[in-house]
């Protein structure tokens, strides 16, 4: 019999995924026996190409402020967002995906990556050169990573995930689909901490 697959949607420069980071660290720890966990990046403003308002950016910092303040994650808020800055989500999302076709087993590690550098570090996830930094940090071949992450094999599969991701109906982020056979059924919608999700887990693979 086939084990029951959660899946993760999410993006890699969406605070709350941040803030969820060591929830899904605990669900892949705790039952990793008992289901498989797969990543889906749900594209949180893919393809924007205009800089931050003033306004926006302020919203923004907001909500980091309350992932903080929620989950205790750490943030880099000096310099944050800094003028002109184009919060763009697909080309780190894209490097996800490079990512897994590299190394499939460490996708999630890659994802974590991303996120910390971003929000903990301060580093421009949208730009193509940090992403081949943080995926040489991680042990992949930052020559082969950065051949696929240009490609259009990596632009059509994160366009895919985007697709699914709407197909399921997923508009907000982190989201928990649970898969059993050919059912799809959303688990969990936004932030909970692990000992919240542990009953809907515990019900859904008894």
């Not at 966990?37 to 403003?45: Q, S, T, W, Y």
């Not at 490609?151 to 508009?171: N, Y």
Request: proline residues 6%.
């Amino acid at each position: 019999m086939n084990r029951k697959t959660l899946w993760y949607v999410a993006d890699p420069m969406c605070s709350w995924c941040w803030g969820f980071s060591p929830v899904v660290e605990a669900i892949r720890r705790e039952y990793r026996d008992r289901l498989g966990m797969e990543l889906l990046l749900g594209g949180l403003r893919p393809g924007t190409r205009h800089a931050l308002p003033a306004a926006q950016r302020e919203e923004i910092l907001h909500h980091w402020h309350a992932v903080r303040q929620a989950t205790g994650q750490p943030f880099q808020f000096e310099g944050a967002l800094p003028p002109g800055f184009i919060y763009d989500t697909e080309p780190a999302s894209r490097a996800v995906v490079a990512a897994s076709l590299l190394h499939p087993g460490e996708v999630f590690a890659f994802f974590r990556s991303v996120q910390s550098a971003f929000y903990a570090a301060q580093r421009n996830v949208t730009d193509p050169a940090v992403l081949m930094q943080l995926a040489e940090e991680v042990g992949l071949d930052a020559q082969h990573f950065s051949r696929l992450l240009d490609s259009d094999t990596a632009r059509d599969l994160t366009q895919d995930h985007f697709q699914r991701a709407r197909q399921w109906g997923i508009q907000s982020f982190p989201t928990l689909v649970a898969q059993d056979g050919s059912d799809h059924a959303v688990l969990a919608r936004g932030y909970l901490s692990f000992e919240a999700l542990r009953p809907a887990l515990d019900a859904w693979l008894a």
